[in-house]
């Protein structure tokens, strides 16, 4: 990872090539100037999905989001938080965290870079990932179809080797696993970190990950999630 200081902030990025890189490029007014907007992702917030030309960079298909707030805090400053150093912001922290990961062979986003922006005691910020091409979450593709037992055996493997690695995902759900023909992916590493492994934290992860099904289930009831195919990921992750 590489740092570039910039009239407001700093902007980490994990590629020698974006060394041209500048706070235009975490903005969407950018890309839409140059019809690059590909298109976006709604939660609570908006994330999009944007094309790089080749002037630029040679990678593919990126994906934009900024940092927002979430729970009561969110009332008092919607994305807006108490600066105590770079590499302790939010983005960098991600950033670092997924440049380890993907480094290691882990099924995550390729991560690109960071930008971070001060205004005295706080910060704003802002992340750039590579698109996993091909993928969906889990709940659009439950949504439509079923996965086999052996899919949500090899589900349960995946987060084992995440946990295993002493990997904390601070938002294990539904949304934040993708799936592609032949791979799961753990996305959204905001507030991540490196723990020792233990049952405490990892049985944590797993039942806020069980919550989110249920949850999308009493949302939709035709979504294709049984208690079965839980007790197939959990035979999954324990044989891992």
Same mark, same amino acid.
């Given at each position: 990872?590489?740092?570039?200081?910039?009239?407001?902030?700093?902007?980490?990025y994990?590629?020698?090539a974006?060394?041209?890189?500048?706070?235009?490029?975490?903005t @969407?007014?950018?890309?839409?100037?140059?019809?690059?907007?590909?298109?976006?992702?709604?939660?609570?917030?908006?994330?999009? @999905?944007?094309? *790089?030309?080749m002037?630029?960079t040679?990678?593919s298909?990126?994906?934009?989001?900024?940092?927002?707030?979430?729970?009561?805090?969110e009332?008092?400053?919607?994305?807006?938080?108490?600066y105590t150093?770079?590499?302790?912001?939010?983005? !960098?922290?991600?950033?670092?965290?997924?440049?380890?990961?993907?480094?290691?062979g @882990?099924e !995550?986003?390729?991560?690109?870079?960071?930008?971070?922006?001060r205004?005295g005691l706080?910060?704003r910020?802002?992340?750039?990932?590579?698109? !996993?091409?091909?993928a969906?979450d889990?709940?659009a593709?439950?949504?439509?179809?079923p996965?086999?037992?052996?899919?949500?055996?090899?589900?349960?493997?995946?987060?084992?080797?995440?946990h295993?690695?002493? !990997?904390?995902h601070?938002?294990?759900?539904?949304?934040?696993?993708?799936i592609?023909?032949?791979?799961?992916?753990?996305i959204?590493?905001?507030?991540g970190?490196?723990?020792? *492994?233990?049952?405490?934290?990892?049985g944590?992860?797993?039942?806020?990950?069980?919550?989110?099904?249920?949850?999308?289930?009493?949302k939709l009831?035709?979504?294709? @999630?049984t208690?079965?195919?839980w007790?197939?990921?959990?035979k999954?992750y324990?044989?891992?």
């Amino acid at each position: 990872m590489q740092i570039k200081q910039t009239p407001s902030g700093a902007i980490a990025y994990c590629d020698a090539a974006l060394e041209t890189i500048s706070t235009q490029w975490f903005t @969407f007014d950018y890309w839409q100037s140059k019809s690059a907007v590909t298109g976006s992702s709604k939660g609570r917030y908006t994330t999009w @999905f944007v094309k *790089p030309d080749m002037a630029e960079t040679d990678k593919s298909e990126w994906v934009l989001r900024h940092y927002y707030r979430g729970g009561l805090m969110e009332k008092i400053s919607k994305d807006s938080y108490f600066y105590t150093g770079l590499k302790n912001t939010r983005a !960098v922290a991600e950033l670092s965290l997924l440049e380890l990961l993907y480094s290691e062979g @882990f099924e !995550v986003p390729r991560p690109i870079a960071a930008n971070v922006e001060r205004n005295g005691l706080y910060y704003r910020a802002d992340i750039i990932i590579e698109r !996993v091409e091909g993928a969906q979450d889990l709940v659009a593709q439950l949504s439509k179809s079923p996965m086999s037992d052996l899919q949500w055996q090899q589900l349960g493997a995946c987060i084992a080797k995440f946990h295993q690695r002493g !990997v904390y995902h601070a938002d294990l759900n539904a949304k934040n696993i993708l799936i592609t023909p032949d791979k799961f992916y753990l996305i959204d590493f905001d507030r991540g970190e490196i723990r020792t *492994p233990a049952p405490k934290w990892q049985g944590a992860n797993l039942e806020r990950l069980l919550r989110s099904f249920r949850k999308e289930l009493a949302k939709l009831p035709t979504l294709a @999630f049984t208690e079965s195919n839980w007790q197939s990921l959990m035979k999954g992750y324990s044989q891992a």
